[in-house]
């Protein structure tokens, strides 16, 4: 049986199955299958791969875009060498599948700078690269959007955002001052995700015994913590804050030094800010990267 297609013929099919990626690319397979004398089986199982490979990046791409993180990062991006108190394999169940289809939570605690946003955007991006979706939001946006749709009778509407992907990251809580309606609102957050099964991830510099007064109901913030950490832990981050540590900042032996007298002429010069000298070496080494929102 002989079937004598155009190449016209052929990408018109092609298109009509939404094959956009094979429809690009099939002349150039066609190219290298009789150069290098495939079989029909291997151009047709490198043309199928081409095109899975295609969707799957552009899934990611186009989730990412929805997630709305404020960087991107992955795991293996972040430095676990200032840690003492988190570990890449005390990780590794949050990047699996399965944190997501059990409905499990994180909290990320520490001071500002130790990396705890850089770890929530890490694990929701695997989770879309796993097949899922996410959501990344700050608290006092979840907050403020969903007290204005109260008010306007569209809460229930708003909080389909927020209830309905698959992980949602709840970033910097207890950073901001919050209204009076703060814990009314981000229950209702949790506790339908809380009943709906869906991961949470949440970032804070607040220990959990203070999430009371940060949101201005003690129940409501227990009652919160309670629903996180049925399915979820805590990790807490320590290490010096990634933005300042060229200062030296978090070590206990700067604030002593900066208090010592200035040497008098032909003695070493005291730093006291921390950066290696010179400050600005010449020439300038490596690629300079483009300034970005650092992770917290």
């Not at 708003?158 to 209204?179: F, I, K, M, R, S």
């Not at 996180?228 to 070590?251: A, F, K, Q, V, Y």
Request: net charge neutral; aromatic share 8%.
């Amino acid at each position: 049986m002989s079937i004598d297609l155009s190449d016209v013929q052929l990408d018109a099919l092609l298109k009509r199955l939404h094959l956009a990626n094979t429809r690009r690319a099939w002349r150039d397979l066609v190219q290298r299958a009789e150069q290098e004398e495939w079989g029909y089986r291997d151009y047709l199982t490198l043309l199928v791969s081409e095109e899975i490979a295609h969707r799957q990046q552009t899934r990611v791409a186009r989730m990412v875009r929805r997630a709305r993180f404020p960087f991107l990062k992955t795991i293996d991006d972040f430095n676990f060498m200032y840690q003492s108190t988190v570990r890449l394999s005390l990780l590794g169940s949050a990047l699996a599948p399965d944190f997501v289809t059990e409905g499990r939570c994180l909290i990320f605690g520490g001071k500002p700078g130790r990396g705890k946003t850089h770890l929530a955007v890490a694990i929701a991006y695997r989770a879309i690269q796993n097949g899922f979706d996410a959501r990344f939001v700050t608290a006092a946006e979840l907050i403020d959007e969903l007290s204005a749709a109260f008010r306007s009778g569209r809460l229930a509407e708003a909080l389909a955002t927020y209830v309905h992907p698959n992980v949602l990251v709840v970033d910097e809580v207890g950073y901001l001052t919050y209204g009076t309606d703060a814990a009314n609102m981000l229950f209702h957050v949790v506790n339908d995700r809380h009943r709906k099964k869906r991961a949470m991830i949440f970032t804070t510099n607040k220990p959990l015994s203070g999430w009371g007064r940060v949101l201005h109901d003690e129940d409501l913030a227990h009652a919160i913590v309670d629903r996180i950490l049925e399915r979820g832990r805590t990790l807490t981050l320590d290490g010096p804050s990634m933005r300042t540590r060229h200062l030296g900042l978090d070590d206990p032996t700067t604030s002593e030094a900066s208090h010592q007298p200035a040497r008098t002429a032909g003695e070493e010069v005291i730093r006291i800010s921390g950066i290696e000298l010179p400050e600005f070496p010449e020439p300038t080494t490596g690629k300079l990267l483009p300034m970005n929102r650092q992770d917290r």
